[in-house]
């Protein structure tokens, strides 16, 4: 989409007919877009009014901001933004690198003023536009330009980074493909400025192109594991962080402190999956430490314990009995405690679970799963209910924002 038509986008008579799209009749809708309007606008009207009924599950206000479809669905959601915009506080001024169409902009416009480059010209008429909305316009200069050869000047003393994770032809895994490659931001370092690059959740840690000193933060949103954060050069205490994000405010886990060895011990009477961001960040045994949990198995992310506590970073399920695997044996549990729809985990096992869960279900009865693992070097099946909500203890012993 290019700057004039993001232009027009902006103006009375576009609003008028966004807001008039029914965007469950998508040929209809253009056909009638088309009887007034060019069909460049008519394909750009559409899109907005598309992207407008789906990006206030987002943004708050997403239904008066400027999107494309690809980029809303890349924009990480208003949550994940505001908590990373608020890392950098104390910049006095944040380059937002291949800031797209803004939304993680809007956030750090917040914070601190702000330089926004991106090379897509129909994307940065897009940022401009939004920042607009938000009334932001005076927080930040836009300009289009190369990550590459555009020189980042002396005053910056904050970057995010967020290089493009997607070619014509799908997903990129390789950072030395990303557009630009993560090595980029090894140009930008200087003592003083704290950098931020977003990365796919999956990267693999042991590959990135930087020397010390990085830490890595993984970033969860209601039990989804939305992103993972390098920040180099930030001065934290901790090398890995899991941030959990949910209805009761925003939860860390980190290993600035290097607990005991965790023991393993046999399913007791409650089951704990850890939280995705708690998993990717390596912070397994921290957890463990801090709520006085076992582990199953030492190479294996569930842990157990006598009581049903309340934390943040797992979600909590009643065993009612740990067998070896076997599924007739599973079955019969299962039908002894009246199971209808069956939920079917795995850690260790190479067993299809979608297709047991079909086969275990019936179309009445108790909602129940089955863990499958290995306790002991067994393939095991660990019997549960749930999950269950342990009530938040009055004294609040997880650390929030």
Not at 81 to 99: K, P, Q, Y
Request: glycine fraction near 6%; charge should be neutral; aromatic fraction near 6%.
């Amino acid at each position: 989409m290019n700057p004039a038509v993001v232009a027009w986008l902006q103006t009375r008579t576009a609003q008028d007919l966004v807001a008039g799209i029914d965007v469950t009749a998508h040929l209809r809708s253009l056909s009638q877009l088309r009887q007034v309007v060019s069909s460049e606008h008519a394909a750009a009207a559409y899109e907005l009014a598309w992207v407008r009924a789906h990006a206030t599950r987002k943004f708050p206000d997403g239904d008066a901001l400027f999107f494309t479809k690809t980029a809303l669905e890349q924009a990480s959601h208003q949550r994940v933004s505001t908590h990373r915009a608020h890392m950098f506080a104390g910049a006095t001024h944040i380059a937002d690198v291949c800031c797209g169409c803004g939304g993680d902009l809007l956030a750090l416009a917040t914070v601190a003023p702000c330089t926004a480059i991106d090379s897509d010209p129909g994307r940065v008429a897009m940022a401009e536009a939004n920042l607009h909305a938000r009334g932001l316009t005076h927080r930040v200069t836009c300009i289009c330009a190369d990550a590459l050869s555009w020189a980042l000047p002396d005053h910056v003393d904050a970057v995010f980074f967020d290089p493009g994770r997607r070619a014509s032809n799908g997903r990129i895994y390789d950072h030395d493909a990303y557009l630009p490659p993560l090595t980029s931001a090894n140009a930008w370092r200087r003592p003083g400025r704290r950098i931020a690059i977003k990365c796919a959740p999956g990267i693999d840690y042991r590959q990135l192109p930087f020397a010390t000193p990085y830490a890595i933060e993984c970033v969860s949103l209601d039990g989804d594991l939305r992103e993972t954060v390098v920040w180099l050069d930030a001065d934290l205490p901790w090398q890995h962080r899991a941030t959990v994000l949910d209805d009761h405010g925003t939860h860390l886990l980190d290993d600035t402190h290097t607990p005991a060895q965790i023991a393993c011990t046999a399913p007791a009477a409650f089951f704990y999956e850890p939280d995705a961001a708690v998993i990717r960040a390596g912070l397994v045994q921290h957890l463990a430490a801090r709520i006085g949990a076992t582990m199953i198995d030492p190479q294996i992310a569930y842990l157990t314990h006598t009581e049903a506590l309340f934390t943040p970073f797992a979600r909590c399920w009643r065993v009612i009995t740990t067998v070896p695997f076997s599924e007739r044996h599973v079955r019969e549990i299962l039908r002894a405690h009246g199971a209808g729809a069956v939920t079917v985990k795995k850690r260790g096992s190479p067993i299809d679970t979608d297709a047991l869960a079909k086969r275990l279900s019936q179309p009445h009865g108790v909602p129940m799963v089955v863990v499958l693992t290995r306790v002991a070097g067994a393939h095991t099946a660990i019997v549960c209910v749930g999950p269950i909500d342990p009530k938040e203890p009055s004294n609040g012993h997880e650390a929030t924002e």
